[in-house]
T-cell receptor
Framework: EAQVTQNPRYLITVTGKKLTVTCSQN?????MSWYRQDPGLGLRQIYY???????DKGDVPEGYKVSRKEKRNFPLILESPSPNQTSLYFC?????????FGPGTRLTVL | GQQLNQSPQSMFIQEGEDVSMNCTSS?????WLWYKQDPGEGPVLLIA?????ELTSNGRLTAQFGITRKDSFLNISASIPSDVGIYFC?????????FGTGTSLTVIP
């Protein structure tokens, strides 16, 4: 079954404590991306990756890092989380123009 | 970043009514996409539009890619309770996707 998985689904952390949200896809897609969803703002692209070892900033990259060491995985890293990064995060894997979204990670930074 | 203006923000309709929502942009897009998001889940693609003027249907859903390439609309005919959710438009240009702010649809049985 084609799918995008994210872990964890829910995370409560404190300011400054480094965290990683994992994302994995089994569709052999080259293009993957990360979004954050906030009320009234829709989804905003944080980072995207066109292929292994190729990553680019989206609209809201500040405070985030990503890596793409292998095609199937695209982790999102928050080196020093802050409360304004409290949000719902989605990973997406894209084939053609169709994006397949993961189930989301709800992050709360206290 | 590019701004997509989606309207209306929310709609409350009776079951069986038709629904229309639209999206406008200050920029040109090469592709317009419409997604639906159910509570607790990620968005799911409903319709993709690839060229200006294109009109595409998917069951009770119909969407059009505006001639100017700066707008798109989505119609849902004869709404049913399972149409409830948040609908997003998205534009694709270059290597990036830009999303609208969403239309929350409530269908009253």
């Amino acid at each position: 079954e084609a799918q995008v998985t994210q872990n964890p689904r829910y995370l409560i952390t404190v300011t400054g404590k480094k965290l990683t949200v994992t994302c994995s896809q089994n569709m052999n897609h080259e293009y993957m991306s990360w979004y954050r969803q906030d009320p009234g703002l829709g989804l905003r692209q944080i980072y995207y990756s066109m292929n292994v070892e190729v990553t680019d900033k989206g609209d809201v990259p500040e405070g985030y890092k990503v890596s793409r060491k292998e095609k199937r995985n695209f982790p999102l890293i928050l080196e020093s989380p802050s409360p304004n990064q409290t949000s719902l995060y989605f990973c997406a894997s894209t084939g053609g123009h169709e994006q397949f979204f993961g189930p989301g990670t709800r992050l709360t930074v206290l | 970043g590019q701004q997509l203006n989606q309207s209306p923000q929310s709609m409350f309709i009776q079951e069986g009514e038709d629904v229309s929502m639209n999206c406008t942009s200050s920029s040109i897009f090469n592709t317009w996409l419409w997604y639906k998001q159910d509570p607790g889940e990620g968005p799911v693609l409903l319709i993709a539009l690839y060229k200006a003027g294109e009109l595409t249907s998917n069951g009770r859903l119909t969407a059009q890619f505006g001639i100017t390439r700066k707008d798109s609309f989505l119609n849902i005919s004869a709404s049913i309770p399972s149409d409830v959710g948040i609908y997003f438009c998205a534009g694709h240009t270059g290597n990036q996707f830009y999303f609208g702010t969403g239309t929350s649809l409530t269908v009253i049985p």
